[in-house]
Every structure is written in C-alpha cells, then in structure tokens.
C-alpha cells in the first residue's frame, strides 16, 4: 500500500507563501489536499490526477494555490500563495485510484498531516 508523508508546513505571516510537499513511497493514482482547521470539518483544497489533465481547487484557494506533480519522484506539491489567517490547519495529502473527487471519505490512503499557521 502506499504511504504519504507530507512536509513544508509551518509559521508564515499573512501574505507569505508556503508549499507543502507529499512524497509517496509508489506510485499514487489521484492526489488531494484537504485541510482541517480546529472546530471545522476536513475540506478538499486541491486535487490532480496522475497525468496532471485533471485539476480542481476548493472555491476559497482558487488563484491563490496551485497543485503539481512529479511522477519521476512521486511527489505531490501544493504552493500557497497570498496565505491569510483562514488558511491556518493541518493539511494532509491523501490518494485514491484514477479520478478526484472532493470527498475526503473517497480517500483510502492519508499522510499524517502537516500544520500550516498563518499570522495576522
């Protein structure tokens, strides 16, 4: 089974930039990150599938981030531009077979999170 791991979190004013990185131990299918922010359920942010011809973005992230991959590394990256306080959570990657879907319950495979904080 594959495994994830997520890294590139951390403390970033309002403004700043962030991009997180999920390495896979094979090679995934379709990748997503969701976040979870306290008190709020896990929501999809960004999602592509393996040829990189599939991509869709949570309303609230459009513009502002952006989802690639590198298969020859099996790695999903996701730079976060524009950071504001509302996108302070923990982001995970998590991966399913051939198609995205906005659904963290479609995800059978999950990294262990990695905490992005935004300051005002």
């Known amino acids: 089974q594959v495994q994830l791991v997520e890294s590139g979190g951390g403390l970033v004013q309002a403004g700043g930039s962030l991009r997180l990185s999920c390495a896979a131990s094979?090679?995934?299918?379709?990748m997503a990150w969701f976040r979870h922010a306290p008190g709020k359920e896990r929501n999809f942010v960004a999602g592509?599938?393996?040829?990189?011809?599939?991509?869709d973005y949570a309303d609230s992230v459009k513009g502002r981030f952006t989802i690639s991959r590198d298969n020859a590394k099996n790695t999903v990256y996701l730079q976060m531009n524009s950071l504001n306080p509302e996108d302070t959570a923990v982001y995970y990657c998590?991966?399913?077979?051939?198609?995205?879907?906005?659904?963290?319950?479609?995800?059978?495979?999950w990294g262990q999170g990695t905490q992005v904080t935004v300051s005002s």
């Open positions: 094979g090679r995934p299918s379709a």
């Open positions: 998590a991966t399913r077979l051939l198609v995205v879907t906005t659904n963290s319950e479609d995800y059978s495979v």
């Open positions: 592509i599938n393996w040829s990189s011809t599939s991509i």
